[in-house]
């Protein structure tokens, strides 16, 4: 996914109200630009740390600059736009990156599915079956190790309760970590955070719900899912 124009760079003041976020400019100009993450992003900013932002280009918006990519309080790089997850998993799977997603024929994204009216992330459809695939942005880091989610997601449980009724009735189910954070290199479930969530995923797995992380390069210039991590 590359940005064109590449992102620029600023100094993070401060986030508040969920979506908002505060910058300096590398002249000095203060203002404020569009927070795209609803978690908690936890680890994921220090405050006088450098950030990168992208510039819609459009006047009429009220916050026309999008917070893209954070400094951690350990020196990494995070993406903090969530809604830049799917494209990603996207871009990487028609790439040919994720080899465990290939030989597919066609990818449908959003479809309805499921008894709790739920639409999933991707749908890849072939000769030999289907695959329903849930994509998760994960940015919570501690000791290099990447957790999700980073608070009670009850909205997250309820995709894992969909994936293993796929499962149980012999359809491929894949939940896909999409990790935008180059301080991490393994996935695990933060059950401290949120053990609801934890005991679904494990039920979830147990029934054959497929697990795969996958790691992103994160620069002014681009965001490229390309590195496979192991997860516990």
């Known amino acids: 996914m590359k940005f064109t124009p590449p992102l620029q760079k600023a100094t993070l003041l401060r986030r508040y109200k969920r979506f908002l976020a505060d910058v300096a400019s590398p002249e000095g100009e203060v203002f404020t630009i569009h927070c ?32 893209e990519i954070s400094t951690t309080p350990e020196g990494a790089l995070a993406g903090v736009n969530t809604a830049r997850a799917n494209a990603l998993v996207e871009e990487a799977i028609r790439a040919g990156i994720v080899s465990e997603l290939q030989g597919y024929e066609s990818l449908r994204r959003e479809v309805r599915y499921g008894e709790e009216n739920s639409r999933i992330d991707f749908l890849l459809s072939g000769c030999d079956g289907d695959c329903y695939v849930e994509v998760k942005n994960v940015t ?23 994936l293993q009724k ?44 497929q697990v795969l992380a ?19």
């Open 36 to 67: 795209p993450n609803t978690g908690s992003m936890k680890n994921c900013w220090i405050e006088g740390g450098v950030c990168w932002y992208s510039d819609s280009g459009n006047p009429k918006r009220k916050y026309r600059h999008t917070l």
């Open 140 to 162: 919570l880091a501690e000791a290099r190790r990447g957790f999700f989610p980073d608070a009670v997601s009850a909205r997250g449980a309820k995709h894992l309760r969909e």
């Open 166 to 209: 796929l499962a149980g009735s012999g359809v491929r189910a894949v939940l896909f970590y999409c990790v935008q954070h180059n301080g991490i290199d393994s996935v695990e479930v933060a059950r401290e955070i949120d053990p609801g969530y934890a005991e679904a995923l494990h039920s979830a797995v147990s029934t054959g719900v």
């Open 214 to 232: 996958y790691k992103a390069r994160l620069s002014a210039e681009e965001i490229v899912l390309a590195e496979r991590l192991p997860f516990a």
